[in-house]
């Protein structure tokens, strides 16, 4: 099955810390083996989201695929999470690291644990910068083109020489 996930930080050694996210995500059998990346975007500095006064983020897209159900796969990027640091203090809030599911096969769900796909993808701009970057042609879950939908706030792809 295929999925794409959002990967955000802004607190400590950003980009670290989505490295050490990705290698998690990929290379650690131990938490779990039915996992590959397929594509990784570039960082995008970002504004934060949600009203909470902080720091900007770096966030990147990436897509995967995986054999795991939505809710382990849940779990999984939760586990990873924890590994690195998050704590779960403020809505929106300042984080170490933190991995949403966007879309994820052509799963529909809307429970208390879990919403496919993600509610405000199509709102937020430092997910679509990056998505756009790596899947190009894909067809957003409202039914528009990603080329078409320019979400909420501002984005700037960064390099690292």
Known sequence: MIGFLSLG?????RKGNLERALNLLEDSPTLHPSLKIIKVSGFYETEPWGG???EPFYNLAVKIESTLEPLSLLRYCQRIEHLLGRERKLHWGPRVIDIDILTYHNYRINS???????P?????????????E???E?????GRPIQEVKG?????KISFA
Not at 120 to 132: Q, T
Not at 138 to 142: A, F, G, M, R, Y
Request: without cysteine.
């Open 9 to 13: 930080s802004n607190l400590g050694d």
């Open 52 to 54: 909470v006064e902080q």
């Open 112 to 118: 208390q644990e879990l919403t496919l796909p993600h």
């Open 120 to 132: 405000y993808m199509e709102r937020r701009e430092f997910v679509l910068a990056p998505l756009r």
């Open 134 to 136: 790596i899947e190009p």
């Open 138 to 142: 894909l067809v957003l879950p409202s």
């Open 152 to 156: 909420e706030g501002k984005v700037k």
